[in-house]
């Protein structure tokens, strides 16, 4: 694949370790990294002394991490004084403190400890400056933010609660905040327990909190609100947010007897009001008009504007759109476009073409539906991204640098992107923008990715849609008789080109598979790893999106809808009358599905037009209907 930045001469020059002999080098780093683990310290000192590679600090971590010495207490402390707030640190750190505290060094932990989410390391911590003699309100406020918490915490802070329960820092008032916090979304195991340390006659109040967290249809019962006090009405009112998701006829009946039973504040009555509007009007409740209007101006987030609207679009109320979203400030490009198509349907024409020709401008779905609407070319706004050559060798040259560029080699990619990220965190805007062109000519697509976004450089477009894999994407494209761009687009909106990439619901690899989709479209099981190789993910992403397509009988927005969100829920979401099909995207009620398609579609004009390509991909939408 031809590089976008830099020839192999160039590159060569800013990257000499890696020119040649690279994978000598990685393997005299290797030999010496097990050496250092398994070895003892004269194992140790020998191989780093002899070695030259970037991750020379690497096989000093994998024998400090090992084994901790106050032998070698000076020689730890400088290590850890220089990979300071480096990925290369912490696990140092941590094995340090462990083995100080098991050592009982309180001045050493306390010197060396950092501030850390750990607990386990954070309680010692604690209890040490204690016991050497630190100011007990300020250690026992610190120790009150441990224990008023959602979930237990570690066996280490146990001593520690004890002398702060024995301190009276344990009032009712924290035990009540700890019982919300466990049961609105903490562990709900911890209820019981809870219980026990709440006054007598509340503690039927964890036993209520914990029936509902598990049912939230109970707080529907008013009986169980037997002395109508603030607290059971704060569990009625968590019971009721919840509730309007699962039951929506119940919640509404609920609701309307729980507003009269307790004395709520307008802020608490807001809350309510904001849960019930998003989901009557995503779920298409024909009371979501009333309840959308009830949210106070202040809580009129993008999210619920989003709904507002698209409740309005479902009953088709054009003239409603207009008068919602005219003279409003600082419209997203769909509110733009959807009150320019309501301006339309009114046969206010000039109107609605001013304000496509606005939105036209912008790289959007939006902009490119406004292109189509308008019959004009689409507009990429793409920026040359031009560094001078002396601050990419600064960057190149850069130690942080030249490790993430080694664990790349290495295929370490977990160890390589923290080192990027560190590299990143502590660069200048103009540095991000040299170690992105940098990234991109060594195929690290998504660290490229990432990194541009991260800064909100959003017009380097060559640099941010690259063909990443582009022989392999047209391969498999052609073999399966479809669009190159579509594929690449799924893939770009799914992975950003990280072959690694894997997601909370286990799928895996470029065009994100699950297990189950491969071993379907393969007919035999693929393991994990094998889904990580881009040849094999692209090949079996490209033949389910052709799977796709047929099922959905050609229609590539069905067929790209049902690759997020599975094809049995899409033929639910179809309407039993044809609409239009902008319309139905608009209408999707899975808002990660809606703004997936929009994103893939938006991807493909892109790579459409960076192919060379006339003509605009979203252009049949406009005439296309969905159901019916």
């Known amino acids: 694949m031809k590089k976008q930045f830099l020839g192999w001469t160039a590159a060569a020059l800013l990257f000499p370790f890696f020119a040649a002999g690279a994978n000598d080098k990685h393997d005299a780093f290797l030999k010496a990294e097990k050496k250092a683990r398994y070895g003892n310290y004269e194992d140790m000192k020998k191989v780093t002394g002899e070695l030259d590679h970037p991750l020379k600090p690497y096989v000093e971590k994998a024998y400090w991490q090992r084994n901790p010495s106050l032998q070698h207490q000076t020689e730890i402390e400088n290590y850890l004084n220089v ?290 609407r308008l019959g004009i070319p689409v507009s990429l706004n793409n920026k040359e991204l031009n560094i001078s050559d002396k601050l990419k060798l600064e960057v190149a040259n850069a130690p942080g640098f030249k490790r993430a560029r080694a664990l790349y080699e290495l295929d370490r990619f977990t160890a390589a992107r923290r080192e990027w990220n560190y590299l990143t965190d502590t660069s200048t805007k103009e540095e991000k923008l040299a170690a992105s062109m940098l990234a991109a000519d060594l195929d690290w697509y998504d660290s490229t990715i990432y990194t541009l976004a991260q800064i909100k450089e959003w017009d ?77 993910n692209i090949r079996l992403g490209s033949e389910y999106l052709k799977y796709l397509k047929k099922k959905n009988h050609g229609n590539e927005i069905l067929a790209t809808a049902s690759y997020n969100a599975g094809y049995h829920r899409i033929k639910r979401w179809l309407p039993e009358q044809a609409m239009p099909a902008e319309l139905w995207i608009e209408l999707i009620p899975f808002t990660e599905t809606r703004n997936y398609v929009k994103n893939v579609f938006a991807y493909r004009q892109v790579y459409h037009t960076r192919l060379g390509r006339d003509g605009n991909v979203l252009a049949p939408i406009l005439d296309m209907k969905m159901g019916g």
């Not at 029936?211 to 002395?227: E, H, I, M, Q, T």
């Not at 009625?236 to 119940?250: C, F, I, Q, S, T």
């Not at 608490?268 to 009557?280: E, G, H, I, M, R």
């Not at 690449?488 to 894997?502: H, Y």
């Open 83 to 372: 990979y300071q707030n480096t990925p290369l640190e912490w696990p140092v750190r941590k094995a340090w403190l462990e083995y100080l505290k098991k050592q009982n060094k309180k001045a050493a932990y306390i010197r060396n400890y950092r501030e850390t989410s750990n607990n386990e390391l954070t309680c010692p911590y604690l209890s040490f400056q204690l016991d050497l003699g630190a100011p007990e309100n300020a250690i026992m406020n610190q120790v009150s933010d441990l224990w008023v918490v959602g979930k237990s915490q570690p066996k280490e802070c146990d001593s520690l609660f004890s002398l702060w329960k024995k301190k009276g820092y344990q009032t009712p008032d924290r035990v009540w905040q700890r019982v919300t916090l466990a049961a609105e979304g903490g562990a709900s195991s911890l209820l019981p327990y809870l219980k026990t340390l709440l006054p007598e006659h509340e503690q039927y109040l964890a036993d209520l909190y914990l029936k509902v967290r598990k049912d939230p249809s109970a707080s529907a019962g008013l009986y169980r609100y037997k002395k109508k006090s603030a607290k059971e009405g704060q569990i009625a009112l968590y019971g009721v947010r919840r509730l309007v998701w699962r039951d929506k006829e119940l919640a509404l009946r609920a609701w309307e007897k729980i507003e009269k039973m307790f004395s709520y504040t307008d802020e608490q009555k807001a809350d309510v009001y904001y849960n019930f509007a998003l989901s009557l009007a995503s779920s298409g409740h024909k009371e979501a008009r009333f309840w959308l209007n009830k949210v106070p101006k202040d809580r009129q987030t993008s999210k619920l504007m989003q709904w507002q609207l698209a409740n309005m679009l479902e009953l088709q109320d054009w003239s409603g759109i207009v008068a919602f979203f005219t003279g409003k400030e600082n419209l997203t490009l769909g509110q733009q476009y959807w009150l320019a198509y309501s301006l339309n349907q009114r046969g206010e024409v000039e109107r609605a073409r001013q304000i496509w020709q606005t939105v036209a401008k912008e790289r959007d779905y939006y902009g490119f539906l406004a292109s189509a």
């Open 460 to 536: 380097y477009v060559d640099l941010r849609f690259p063909f990443a894999f582009r022989n392999l994407f047209e391969n498999y494209s052609n073999r399966s008789h479809i669009d190159v761009a579509w594929s690449i687009a799924i893939s770009r909106r799914e992975s950003s080109f990280a072959p690694d990439a894997r997601s909370h619901a286990n799928a895996h690899g470029l065009m994100q598979l699950l297990p189950s989709t491969a071993k379907y479209m393969n007919k035999s099981t693929v393991s994990r790893s094998v889904l990580y190789q881009p040849r094999t």
